[in-house]
């Protein structure tokens, strides 16, 4: 599967996808209006202004940019569409390109490990304490998650020196329990109020959205705070 181009950003607080414009005023019209260097910057949508210069910037390998005067200057305008219809291959994919902003550190050893007989583990990973990680998603809300994310711990924990013979290469951590992330677009109110009470095993609840602009995709991680 070829690479897919992908940004990652995170925020603790959740927005829809927005339009964003903005445009400098015609100084012809406008003799008092302030210079680039006066003019206080538009602030953007919490969790927006991290990654709004990898959408508004574009930049050239030329020194000799020419910019347009302030009568031809262009609304700089980003749109964000929701998509809702990632294939889970998909998904697998543009997770194990931005791995790390997951969690700082995480790497994916692993994809689409059998776990007979509940169904398959989606990515495998280790943390930076090379701590095992098991990382379940659904691409919709689903409370089987849950069940299906802790069976996979069980058969985990059963099988640590079959991980082990099967990743050689790797120092893992087997000391140490395996860890859980769980991922959906949505999280149920059950859901919720199970995470309430779960502290074995250490569980982290992520909710995503797969945002596109330009054709460049994106998805938007809020971890669910209980």
């Known amino acids: 599967m070829g690479s897919i181009p992908c940004l990652c950003w995170r925020s603790s607080e959740l927005e829809p996808p927005r339009r964003i414009e903005t445009m400098d005023p015609l100084k012809e019209d406008n003799p008092t209006a302030p210079t680039d260097a006066e003019r206080p910057e538009q602030p953007l949508g919490r969790g927006l202004e991290q990654i709004s210069h990898l959408f508004l910037s574009h930049r050239t390998n030329d020194a000799r940019t020419v910019h347009p005067s302030p009568s031809q200057a262009p609304a700089r305008t980003v749109s964000f569409q929701l998509n809702t ?52 998603f659904e691409t919709a809300a689903n409370d089987a998650l849950v069940l299906r994310g802790m069976a ?64 460049i995709t994106g998805i938007f991680f809020q971890p669910m705070t209980q």
Request: proline content about 7%; some cysteine.
């Open 152 to 215: 996979h711990f069980d058969w985990l924990l059963h099988n640590l020196p079959n991980v082990r013979r099967m990743h050689p290469e790797l120092t893992i951590a087997l000391s140490a329990q395996p860890r859980l992330f769980l991922l959906a677009p949505k999280f149920s109110s059950l859901a919720i109020s199970v995470a309430r009470y779960m502290t074995q095993p250490q569980i982290s609840w992520i909710c995503y959205h797969v945002l596109e602009t330009n054709g």
């Open 85 to 136: 219809s990632v294939a889970k291959n998909q998904l697998v994919a543009m997770l194990r390109e931005v791995q790390g902003h997951l969690e700082p550190g995480l790497r994916v050893i692993d994809v689409f490990i059998p776990c007979h007989p509940h169904g398959e583990i989606d990515l495998l990973a280790v943390d930076h304490a090379n701590q095992l990680v098991i990382i379940d």
